[in-house]
Protein backbone atom coordinates (compact mmCIF):
# COMPACT_ATOMS: atom_id res chain seq x y z
CA UNK A 1 0.00 0.00 0.00
CA UNK A 2 1.43 3.25 -1.02
CA UNK A 3 1.21 6.25 1.58
CA UNK A 4 -0.86 7.91 -1.24
CA UNK A 5 -3.38 5.50 -0.70
CA UNK A 6 -2.85 4.92 2.94
CA UNK A 7 -4.02 8.88 2.77
CA UNK A 8 -7.19 8.21 0.88
CA UNK A 9 -7.94 5.40 3.37
CA UNK A 10 -7.38 7.61 6.20
CA UNK A 11 -9.67 9.88 4.64
CA UNK A 12 -12.32 7.68 3.78
CA UNK A 13 -11.90 6.10 7.71
CA UNK A 14 -12.48 10.15 9.06
CA UNK A 15 -15.63 9.93 7.15
CA UNK A 16 -16.81 6.74 8.10
CA UNK A 17 -16.84 5.31 4.98
CA UNK A 18 -14.66 2.31 4.98
CA UNK A 19 -15.51 -1.15 4.07
CA UNK A 20 -15.53 -4.00 6.48
CA UNK A 21 -12.08 -5.24 4.87
CA UNK A 22 -10.38 -1.95 5.48
CA UNK A 23 -11.87 -1.64 9.35
CA UNK A 24 -9.95 -5.15 9.50
CA UNK A 25 -6.69 -3.42 8.14
CA UNK A 26 -7.42 -0.89 10.22
CA UNK A 27 -7.71 -2.89 13.33
CA UNK A 28 -4.53 -4.96 12.13
CA UNK A 29 -2.37 -2.26 11.91
CA UNK A 30 -3.40 -1.15 15.31
CA UNK A 31 -3.08 -4.39 16.80
CA UNK A 32 0.45 -4.47 15.71
CA UNK A 33 1.23 -1.30 16.45
CA UNK A 34 0.17 -1.78 20.44
CA UNK A 35 1.92 -5.25 20.13
CA UNK A 36 5.15 -3.46 19.49
CA UNK A 37 4.18 -0.82 22.04
CA UNK A 38 4.03 -3.67 24.88
CA UNK A 39 7.66 -4.73 23.79
CA UNK A 40 8.78 -0.80 23.93
CA UNK A 41 7.25 -0.25 27.31
CA UNK A 42 8.92 -3.27 29.01
CA UNK A 43 12.11 -2.10 27.78
CA UNK A 44 11.31 1.46 29.26
CA UNK A 45 10.36 -0.43 32.41
CA UNK A 46 13.74 -2.28 32.74
CA UNK A 47 15.35 1.45 32.04
CA UNK A 48 13.78 2.94 33.92
CA UNK A 49 14.77 0.75 37.10
CA UNK A 50 18.50 0.91 35.82
CA UNK A 51 18.20 4.60 35.96
CA UNK A 52 16.86 4.74 39.58
CA UNK A 53 19.89 1.78 40.58
CA UNK A 54 22.38 3.70 38.83
CA UNK A 55 21.37 7.22 41.01
CA UNK B 1 -52.21 -39.99 -36.19
CA UNK B 2 -53.27 -36.56 -37.66
CA UNK B 3 -56.70 -37.93 -35.82
CA UNK B 4 -58.60 -35.62 -33.81
CA UNK B 5 -58.52 -35.90 -30.12
CA UNK B 6 -59.55 -34.48 -27.01
CA UNK B 7 -63.66 -34.48 -26.78
CA UNK B 8 -65.65 -31.44 -28.02
CA UNK B 9 -62.31 -29.61 -28.63
CA UNK B 10 -61.22 -30.84 -32.48
CA UNK B 11 -57.49 -30.67 -31.39
CA UNK B 12 -55.25 -32.99 -33.59
CA UNK B 13 -52.36 -34.98 -32.21
CA UNK B 14 -49.94 -32.75 -33.72
CA UNK B 15 -51.28 -29.61 -32.56
CA UNK B 16 -51.72 -31.37 -29.29
CA UNK B 17 -47.97 -31.86 -29.39
CA UNK B 18 -47.21 -28.56 -30.67
CA UNK B 19 -49.12 -26.82 -27.84
CA UNK B 20 -47.61 -28.85 -25.28
CA UNK B 21 -44.11 -28.25 -26.65
CA UNK B 22 -44.34 -24.61 -26.09
CA UNK B 23 -45.75 -25.07 -23.08
CA UNK B 24 -42.64 -27.59 -22.22
CA UNK B 25 -40.69 -24.94 -23.74
CA UNK B 26 -41.87 -22.19 -21.56
CA UNK B 27 -41.62 -24.34 -18.59
CA UNK B 28 -37.98 -24.87 -19.47
CA UNK B 29 -37.04 -21.04 -19.86
CA UNK B 30 -39.05 -20.65 -16.16
CA UNK B 31 -36.52 -23.29 -14.70
CA UNK B 32 -33.63 -21.77 -16.37
CA UNK B 33 -34.71 -18.25 -15.03
CA UNK B 34 -35.52 -19.96 -11.59
CA UNK B 35 -32.17 -21.43 -11.97
CA UNK B 36 -30.42 -18.40 -12.52
CA UNK B 37 -32.17 -16.97 -9.64
CA UNK B 38 -31.31 -19.79 -7.38
CA UNK B 39 -27.61 -18.79 -9.07
CA UNK B 40 -27.66 -15.02 -7.86
CA UNK B 41 -29.35 -15.50 -4.36
CA UNK B 42 -26.35 -18.30 -3.83
CA UNK B 43 -23.50 -15.96 -4.42
CA UNK B 44 -25.39 -13.24 -2.68
CA UNK B 45 -25.25 -15.74 0.13
CA UNK B 46 -21.76 -16.84 -0.19
CA UNK B 47 -20.94 -13.03 -0.40
CA UNK B 48 -22.77 -12.31 3.02
CA UNK B 49 -21.37 -15.07 4.63
CA UNK B 50 -17.88 -14.19 3.47
CA UNK B 51 -18.22 -10.29 4.74
CA UNK B 52 -20.29 -12.15 7.89
CA UNK B 53 -16.75 -14.07 8.43
CA UNK B 54 -14.43 -11.15 8.03
CA UNK B 55 -16.66 -9.01 10.37
CA UNK B 56 -16.42 -11.99 13.01
CA UNK B 57 -12.85 -11.82 12.70
CA UNK B 58 -13.10 -7.93 12.86
CA UNK B 59 -14.68 -8.05 16.27
CA UNK B 60 -12.53 -10.67 17.33
CA UNK B 61 -9.23 -7.99 16.22
CA UNK B 62 -11.29 -5.41 18.61
CA UNK B 63 -11.17 -7.39 21.17
CA UNK B 64 -7.91 -8.00 20.74
CA UNK B 65 -6.57 -4.58 20.40
CA UNK B 66 -8.82 -3.27 22.97
CA UNK B 67 -7.56 -6.06 25.24
CA UNK B 68 -3.64 -4.94 24.39
CA UNK B 69 -4.63 -1.29 25.10
CA UNK B 70 -5.40 -2.01 28.73
CA UNK B 71 -2.46 -3.76 28.89
CA UNK B 72 -0.34 -0.93 27.67
CA UNK B 73 -2.39 1.74 29.33
CA UNK B 74 -1.63 -0.56 32.48
CA UNK B 75 2.00 -0.60 31.91
CA UNK B 76 2.42 3.29 31.29
CA UNK B 77 0.76 3.74 34.52
CA UNK B 78 3.16 1.27 36.38
CA UNK B 79 6.14 3.40 34.74
CA UNK B 80 4.32 6.64 36.28
CA UNK B 81 2.81 7.83 33.29
CA UNK B 82 3.62 8.93 29.50
CA UNK B 83 5.34 11.98 31.07
CA UNK B 84 8.08 9.37 33.21
CA UNK B 85 8.32 7.39 29.69
CA UNK B 86 9.64 10.44 28.25
CA UNK B 87 12.00 11.19 30.91
CA UNK B 88 13.40 7.65 30.39
CA UNK B 89 13.22 7.85 27.04
CA UNK B 90 15.53 11.45 27.57
CA UNK B 91 17.91 9.91 30.11
CA UNK B 92 19.08 7.43 27.86
CA UNK B 93 22.72 7.96 26.37
CA UNK B 94 23.01 7.93 22.37
CA UNK B 95 24.11 4.45 22.78
CA UNK B 96 21.19 3.09 24.52
CA UNK B 97 18.60 5.08 22.69
CA UNK B 98 20.38 3.29 19.88
CA UNK B 99 20.58 -0.50 20.95
CA UNK B 100 16.81 0.21 21.66
CA UNK B 101 16.11 1.40 17.96
CA UNK B 102 17.68 -1.94 16.82
CA UNK B 103 15.84 -4.59 19.43
CA UNK B 104 12.61 -2.49 18.53
CA UNK B 105 13.61 -2.78 15.05
CA UNK B 106 14.08 -6.84 15.56
CA UNK B 107 10.41 -6.98 16.91
CA UNK B 108 8.87 -5.13 14.54
CA UNK B 109 10.19 -8.09 12.16
CA UNK B 110 8.86 -10.45 14.45
CA UNK B 111 5.46 -8.88 14.26
CA UNK B 112 5.95 -9.11 10.63
CA UNK B 113 6.40 -12.25 10.76
CA UNK B 114 3.61 -13.14 13.02
CA UNK B 115 1.39 -11.48 10.82
CA UNK B 116 2.66 -12.98 7.88
CA UNK B 117 1.88 -16.58 9.07
CA UNK B 118 -1.93 -15.42 10.20
CA UNK B 119 -1.98 -14.10 6.45
CA UNK B 120 -3.11 -10.53 7.82
CA UNK B 121 -3.32 -7.53 6.01
CA UNK B 122 -4.56 -7.42 2.61
CA UNK B 123 -1.47 -9.24 1.33
CA UNK B 124 2.27 -10.03 2.66
CA UNK B 125 3.25 -6.99 0.33
CA UNK B 126 0.81 -4.41 2.35
CA UNK B 127 2.74 -5.78 6.02
CA UNK B 128 4.62 -3.00 5.93
CA UNK B 129 2.51 -0.49 5.06
CA UNK B 130 0.22 -1.73 8.37
CA UNK B 131 2.77 0.38 10.88
CA UNK B 132 2.29 3.74 7.83
CA UNK B 133 -1.51 3.14 8.33
CA UNK B 134 -1.41 3.46 12.30
CA UNK B 135 0.94 6.35 12.15
CA UNK B 136 -1.49 8.37 9.72
CA UNK B 137 -4.54 7.62 11.13
CA UNK B 138 -3.98 8.51 14.12
CA UNK B 139 -2.37 12.26 14.57
CA UNK B 140 -0.97 11.75 18.16
CA UNK B 141 0.00 7.66 17.72
CA UNK B 142 1.83 5.50 20.09
CA UNK B 143 3.49 4.21 16.76
CA UNK B 144 5.24 7.64 16.73
CA UNK B 145 6.21 7.23 20.28
CA UNK B 146 8.08 3.95 19.36
CA UNK B 147 9.83 5.36 16.41
CA UNK B 148 12.44 6.32 17.88
CA UNK B 149 14.24 8.86 18.70
CA UNK B 150 11.54 9.99 19.82
CA UNK B 151 8.66 12.37 21.49
CA UNK B 152 5.31 12.49 21.59
CA UNK B 153 3.34 15.32 22.36
CA UNK B 154 0.86 14.27 24.81
CA UNK B 155 -2.10 11.44 25.18
CA UNK B 156 -1.43 9.23 22.62
CA UNK B 157 -3.34 6.46 24.56
CA UNK B 158 -6.16 9.27 24.05
CA UNK B 159 -5.76 9.18 20.20
CA UNK B 160 -5.67 5.10 20.16
CA UNK B 161 -9.07 5.22 22.17
CA UNK B 162 -10.50 7.21 19.74
CA UNK B 163 -9.74 4.74 16.42
CA UNK B 164 -10.69 1.88 18.72
CA UNK B 165 -14.29 3.93 19.11
CA UNK B 166 -14.49 4.58 15.38
CA UNK B 167 -13.32 1.57 14.26
CA UNK B 168 -16.37 -0.11 16.76
CA UNK B 169 -18.74 2.77 15.34
CA UNK B 170 -18.08 1.44 11.76
CA UNK B 171 -18.79 -1.92 13.01
CA UNK B 172 -22.31 -0.40 14.43
CA UNK B 173 -23.08 1.74 11.09
CA UNK B 174 -22.86 -1.80 8.81
CA UNK B 175 -24.90 -3.87 11.79
CA UNK B 176 -27.54 -0.91 11.40
CA UNK B 177 -27.36 -0.89 7.81
CA UNK B 178 -27.92 -5.06 7.37
CA UNK B 179 -30.80 -4.65 9.87
CA UNK B 180 -32.56 -1.96 8.00
CA UNK B 181 -32.23 -3.94 4.48
CA UNK B 182 -33.55 -6.65 6.20
CA UNK B 183 -36.38 -5.29 7.34
CA UNK B 184 -37.68 -4.11 4.10
Known amino acids: MTEEEIKILSARFEKGETTVEEDLQIATSLNASLELAKFFLHEIKVAKLRQELNK | ?184
Open chain 2, 1 to 184: MNEKIGIGRGITGDELEKQLQEELGETNSENIEDNEQTVEVTNESVEIKEEDKIEQELSSQIDNVEKKFDSVEKSIAEIGGEEVVKQVLGNMSEEEQSALQIKIEEQKKKIKEQLRVLKMGDNNSDIDGLWETTKILNSNPLSAVIGIPLFVTTGPLKGIQTLIRKIKLSVDKRKLKKMENSNK
